[in-house]
């Protein structure tokens, strides 16, 4: 099982240079820790990041409850084709894994199915990446 998440909200684009490490706002760090209490009940073994700041906020409180580290992942960067986060998430086969993303790699993995910030899904992927589950 894998739960692909869109980072939580953080401040505007361009309020930080570069682009990377702009941090959540308040609400985004309020939807962290909501996520975390969530996601808890899923038995996730690994918790993966892409490396911008905004993302490693998104999981840290999850990995802190389940006593693991977040692992930075170039392959969940934002502007990373799409192919290689499907690589990764094969790659993971038979793993529980929280994937911390960005909105263009979640629109394209999802076939156009656009997740809000802070927003996830849980995927099969037995069942080719099918949608099992959104988690607001």
């Known amino acids: 099982m894998i739960i692909l998440l869109r980072h939580a909200r953080a401040g505007r684009r361009g ?3 570069p682009d990377a490490e702009r ?3 308040d609400r ?6 909501e996520l975390a209490q969530r996601l808890q009940s899923f038995d996730v073994q690994r918790v993966l990041s892409s490396p911008a700041v905004r993302c490693v906020q998104t999981v840290e409180p999850l990995a802190a409850e389940l006593g693991v580290a977040v692992e930075r992942c170039d392959r969940l960067a934002e502007g990373t084709p799409v192919d290689q986060m499907r690589a990764l998430i094969e790659e993971l086969a038979g793993v529980a894994a929280v994937l911390c993303t960005h909105g263009d790699l979640t629109t394209a993995l999802l ?19 099918e949608p099992v589950e959104f988690l607001a």
Request: aromatic fraction near 4%; avoid cysteine.
């Open 15 to 17: 309020s930080v240079e």
């Open 23 to 25: 941090p959540l706002d």
């Open 28 to 33: 985004g760090r309020r939807q962290a820790a």
């Open 111 to 129: 076939g156009g199915h656009y997740l809000r910030k802070g927003h996830a899904v849980v995927l099969d992927p037995a069942r080719g990446l």
